[in-house]
C-alpha cells in the first residue's frame, strides 16, 4: 500500500466521526451538559411559570421555557425535538387545570419524567359548559400565585433536598413581593366601581379575589372566536346600563371588537394582560400595569 492510500484511510478515519460530531454536536452537548451538569434541569411551560421558577432556583436551577415568548400557549402543540428537551429534564413545570393540554399525550410519546402541577392546592372554578374542566387562569390572581410558587419551591426542594433551604428562603421573598402586589391592588381597588369588561373570562380568579364583576366579549368555550352581533349588542347595552366607558383588549388579539363597542358607548379601550404571551416586563410589572388600567377604568 503506497503512502499516498495510506493517509487517504488515515484522513477519512478522523473526517468521519468529526463529521458525526458536527452533526449531532448539539443533542450531545445538551446530553453531556444535563449529565454533567449538578444544577436542576428544570423546563417551564409558559412565561409566568417560567419567571416563578427562576426566582425560587435562581443559579442553584437551570431553567428554559417551552413555549416561546409571543406565542399563544392555547394553540402550542410539541414537537418530537420539544418532547425530547422534556425528556433530558429533572422537572415539567405546568399550571394544570387542562391548560397544556398536551400533557395527556406526552407518556405515548414515550415521557416518563417528572411533572409538577402548580395548581394544586387551588380551589378550581368550574365553567358553565363542564363540571369536569376549570378555568386555568390561576397565575392572575396573586394569591394563588403565592401557592404556585410554593408548589414550585416544594418540587425542587424534593428532587434536590441538599439546597432546600435555599429554595424555601428565595420562594419565602418571591413570595412576599406577591403579598405587596395583593396588597396594592387590593387596596386601591377597594372604594372604586366593581364591573369591567374583558376580552374573554381570563379574569374569574382575580374578580374573585377583588369583589369585582367580570362581563365579557368572548366565552370561555370561544376565547379565539368571533363575537355575534347579538353578543355585541348585548355588550353595549350592559355597558350603558353600569356606565362602564372602557372596554378591555388583550395583546395578540384583534382590537376591533372591543373598538366598535367602545366607539358605540363613547368610550376607549385599553389592555388588560392574560400575561400568556407577553414580550416584556416582569410578572409583577404587567399585573401593576393590568391594575393602573383597572383603576382608570373603574377609579
Given at each position: 500500500m503506497n503512502i499516498q492510500i495510506k493517509m487517504a484511510i488515515i484522513a477519512i478515519a478522523i473526517i468521519i466521526p468529526l463529521s458525526s460530531l458536527v452533526v449531532y454536536g448539539t443533542d450531545s452537548k445538551l446530553q453531556l451538559s444535563n449529565t454533567n451538569n449538578s444544577k436542576l434541569?428544570?423546563?417551564?411551560?409558559?412565561?409566568?411559570?417560567?419567571?416563578?421558577?427562576?426566582?425560587?432556583?435562581?443559579?442553584?436551577?437551570?431553567?428554559?421555557?417551552?413555549?416561546?415568548?409571543?406565542?399563544?400557549?392555547?394553540?402550542?402543540?410539541?414537537?418530537?425535538?420539544?418532547?425530547?428537551?422534556?425528556?433530558?429534564?429533572?422537572?415539567?413545570?405546568?399550571?394544570?387545570?387542562?391548560?397544556?393540554?398536551?400533557?395527556?399525550?406526552?407518556?405515548?410519546?414515550?415521557?416518563?419524567?417528572?411533572?409538577?402541577?402548580?395548581?394544586?392546592?387551588?380551589?378550581?372554578?368550574?365553567?358553565?359548559?363542564?363540571?369536569?374542566?376549570?378555568?386555568?387562569h390561576i397565575w392572575l390572581n396573586p394569591v394563588y400565585a403565592k401557592i404556585q410558587v410554593q408548589n414550585i419551591a416544594n418540587a425542587f426542594s424534593s428532587s434536590d433536598p441538599t439546597n432546600e433551604q435555599y429554595y424555601q428562603s428565595n420562594a419565602a421573598k418571591y413570595i412576599e413581593e406577591l403579598d405587596l402586589l395583593d396588597s396594592k391592588i387590593r387596596n386601591e381597588l377597594s372604594d372604586c366601581n366593581n364591573n369591567f369588561i374583558a376580552f374573554h373570562d381570563a379574569f374569574s380568579y382575580f374578580a374573585d379575589e377583588y369583589n369585582l364583576n367580570q362581563h365579557t366579549i368572548i366565552s370561555s368555550n370561544d376565547s379565539h372566536g368571533e363575537a355575534t352581533a347579538k353578543t355585541l349588542e348585548n355588550i353595549i347595552s350592559t355597558a350603558k346600563n353600569l356606565n362602564i366607558n372602557v372596554i378591555f383588549a388583550e395583546e395578540r388579539v384583534d382590537t376591533r371588537t372591543s373598538t366598535i363597542i367602545a366607539n358605540e358607548i363613547g368610550g376607549k379601550v385599553l389592555v388588560l394582560s392574560p400575561l400568556e404571551v407577553v414580550t416584556d416586563g416582569t410578572y409583577i410589572s404587567r399585573m401593576t400595569e393590568n391594575l393602573e388600567n383597572l383603576k382608570e377604568a373603574l377609579c
Open positions: 434541569q428544570v423546563i417551564s411551560s409558559f412565561n409566568p411559570l417560567y419567571e416563578f421558577s427562576q426566582n425560587v432556583g435562581q443559579e442553584k436551577v437551570d431553567v428554559t421555557l417551552l413555549i416561546p415568548v409571543g406565542v399563544e400557549p392555547h394553540d402550542w402543540e410539541p414537537t418530537v425535538k420539544d418532547v425530547q428537551r422534556m425528556q433530558n429534564a429533572d422537572l415539567i413545570i405546568i399550571n394544570g387545570i387542562g391548560f397544556e393540554n398536551w400533557v395527556d399525550n406526552l407518556e405515548e410519546a414515550g415521557y416518563s419524567g417528572e411533572i409538577i402541577d402548580t395548581s394544586n392546592g387551588i380551589l378550581i372554578k368550574t365553567n358553565e359548559i363542564s363540571s369536569v374542566s376549570g378555568d386555568p
